[in-house]
């Protein structure tokens, strides 16, 4: 039977939609400004082989690795009606601890239709530090870590897993909010699913999944076989993993045969003491961003976006790590940098279509204090946006999230109100973006002063190796952190630490610029 291509754009846009509502019904009943303001979270719908069939404008992040979570989750335990599983396990498909997935399947009379999955960060799931995001040397110290468990059966919820995972965390009522609103998210989707099942009928409906699956396919095909065959390298450098010193290595070399992509990151420097490992997932989903970015047409993010593409990460990398090794920050900077790398050994084989660096860093911020005016414990995090890379055609934007992240900034009403602190400066960092033909975006400067005592950590980078510019294009600025204490003294922080902060304590982020594009002749 031929495809409709009317009803195939249909099927596209309702899929899509029921997983934009998920993301809907999750952020607007969370209970964490993480997830209500800065958008920290994912939601998709798979089909009954776990292969991803859609998923809502969320993070790139999440784009490779949720279905690797979905897949450990089928295969950890058998899925009824009612039934859902939780995991944050980043050795289990998941990111880091404290990006937790649930995932349910959707049935009709007992038949298995579709799965639905949500994946929001919370504010803190345990560890060593308030936010779960340490400078840990193994994953033990980082959190809570949850293997594939049902946390609810036959539509009722286990209460012993919920308590477990409500006892290990710092600020269990912000928690219990935010797990119940991404249960509704997996509702929500469930109920549209199944209203379109009964609209179509379910033999129409996963005719259509297989097109548009094929469909994604088709569109990177095409979109690879644009580019020269060859072999093309290039290699980034992370500042350092927060314990030595000693910059780290992400090297890849991409081979193009025809509309076939080799991705080997083999030459990649060995897995770290300190978190900025990441796991397979996370490096599967930075290839897939990228590569979906080279499409010049909107299309689903799907698993049909993946079947072009060959990554090869070796176990033991900072690109596919082992455990017991940390992760936190391979989750936010790693991926970062995988996906600068990624731009720059394309930009040798299609270089008037690739972008300069962006900032290259998410600049995670958590605090964590008892908050004096109700005597409650908070942790409190959030990414601090910076400079967008210069493009072939246009200037960087400024003072934006970008690459692997996509979300919002915190707002600074909703950072005073939930936290205990004075935000004295948030504004552009002007002329930070690299110069050239095109400029590269301006990073920002986020200055925050502490109301009381509470324990911080930075996880940031590119504070040593500067955003690369291209074709001529001038580097964008590298950032700075700095703590000025209550008594004027003035401390000039690394790109990862962890500190205690006093009344009065000032912390001031200076977040990366853009890269430029091409030479400025004037």
């Known amino acids: 039977m031929r495809t409709n291509p009317v009803q195939l754009e249909i099927f596209k846009s309702l899929f899509h939609a029921i997983a934009e509502e998920m993301g809907a019904t999750l952020k607007r009943t969370a209970f964490s400004p993480n997830i209500k303001e800065r958008r920290d979270y994912s939601c998709a719908i798979f089909d009954a082989q776990a292969d991803m069939v859609a998923q809502g404008d969320h993070m790139p992040v999440h784009l490779g690795s949720m279905p690797l979570s979905v897949k450990a989750a089928i295969e950890s335990r058998d899925l009824g009606p009612g039934d859902m599983v939780i995991l944050n396990d980043p050795y289990k498909g998941g990111t880091h601890l404290p990006d937790v997935t649930l995932v349910s399947g959707v049935f009709s009379k007992h038949r298995l239709l579709f799965y639905v999955a949500s994946r929001a960060h919370q504010s803190d799931i345990g560890g060593m530090s308030p936010g779960s995001m340490p400078l840990a040397e193994e994953i033990y110290q980082e959190g809570l870590r949850i293997p594939p468990v049902k946390v609810m059966t036959n539509g009722k919820i286990n209460r012993d897993v919920w308590d477990m995972v409500l006892a290990n965390v ?74 030595s010193d000693t910059p780290i290595g992400i090297r890849v070399q991409i081979q193009i045969r025809g509309d076939k992509a080799r991705i080997d990151f083999s030459k990649s420097d060995p897995q770290t ?3 900025v490992n990441a796991v397979y997932a ?32 070796h176990e033991g990398t900072v690109v596919n790590a082992r ?17 600068d790398v990624l731009y720059k050994c394309l930009a040798d084989a299609i270089p008037d279509r690739i972008p300069a660096a962006s900032q290259g860093t998410m600049n995670n911020f958590t605090l964590g204090a008892i908050d004096p005016r109700t005597g409650r414990a908070i942790a409190y995090y959030e990414t601090v946006s910076g400079g967008m890379g210069a493009r072939p055609t246009a200037d960087g934007l400024s003072g934006v999230h970008t690459h692997m992240t996509n979300s919002l900034n915190t ?84 790109s990862k630490f962890m500190a205690w902060v006093q ?12 890269g430029g594009w091409g030479k400025n002749d004037n």
């Not at 590569?291 to 976006?305: D, E, K, M, Y």
């Open 282 to 313: 996370i490096t599967a989903s930075a290839v897939f961003y990228v590569f979906r970015t080279l499409v010049r047409v909107s299309i689903p993010s799907n698993a049909g976006g993946m079947r072009p593409l060959e990554i090869i990460a």
């Open 411 to 494: 707002p600074v009403e909703a950072l005073e109100h939930v936290c205990p602190v004075r935000v004295m400066r948030y504004s552009l960092r002007r002329g930070s973006g690299g110069r050239g033909q095109w400029r590269g975006g301006d990073g920002v400067i986020r200055e925050v002063q502490f109301l009381t005592k509470g324990q911080i950590t930075l996880l940031s980078d590119r504070r040593k190796f500067a955003p690369y510019g291209l074709n001529g294009g001038e580097p964008g600025a590298a950032g700075s952190n700095i703590l000025i204490r209550s008594n004027g003294y003035e401390e000039q922080l690394p």
């Open 503 to 514: 009344p009065g304590d000032i912390l001031t982020i200076h977040t990366p610029g853009g």
């Open 170 to 243: 710092r600020t269990p009522e912000e928690r219990e909010g935010d797990l119940a609103a991404m249960i509704g998210a997996n509702s929500t989707g469930e109920r549209r699913l199944l209203d379109i099942v009964a609209k179509y009928g379910s033999t129409d409906v996963h005719r259509y999944v297989k097109e548009i699956l094929n469909y994604s396919e088709r569109m990177t095909r095409h979109a690879i076989a644009t580019i020269p065959n060859g072999t093309y390298e290039a290699e980034d450098f992370l500042d350092n993993d927060g314990i």
């Open 273 to 275: 003491e300190g978190s």
């Open 323 to 339: 455990p017991p090794a940390a992760v936190c920050g391979g989750n936010v900077e790693t991926s970062q940098r995988i996906v």
